[in-house]
């Protein structure tokens, strides 16, 4: 396996790491939890994991291409959940948000 495809996994594992925390905060919130409830822990220890797997994903490419494939990834999958879970609707700027987010990676990489 080369460099940039460990890389980009560990940045890819990052991203769904850290947006499972995302998801049990944003439950959390919507819920109206406490800030100490076993909600806001569990996403602040889900965040920690990432910090492993992103360690990782620096080890393999540079700092901009992780950064670039973690963002995509995030943005990508947050406004999927955001519209099937949540209800949330998207607007043209979220639209052309993903249309950008790919053209990065396809330049990055």
Same mark, same amino acid.
């Given at each position: ?13 990052? #991203?769904? %790491? ?6 049990? &905060?944003? /439950?959390? $919130?919507? !819920? ?33 291409? #992780?950064? %670039? ?6 943005? &990508?999958? /947050?406004? $999927?959940? !955001? ?27």
């Amino acid at each position: 396996m080369t460099q940039a495809l460990f890389g980009f996994t560990f940045a890819f594992i990052t #991203a769904a %790491v850290v947006i499972a925390g995302d998801f049990v &905060l944003k /439950l959390a $919130a919507d !819920g109206g939890k406490p800030v100490w409830s076993g909600y806001v822990v569990a996403g602040c220890v889900i965040y920690a994991l990432s910090a492993i797997f992103w360690f990782y994903a620096m080890r393999h490419v540079t700092l901009a291409q #992780a950064g %670039v494939a973690y963002s995509m990834l995030t943005l &990508l999958a /947050l406004c $999927a959940i !955001g519209v099937i879970w949540f209800d949330e609707q998207m607007a043209l700027r979220e639209y052309l948000g993903i249309c950008f987010a790919l053209a990065a990676m396809a330049l990055i990489t």
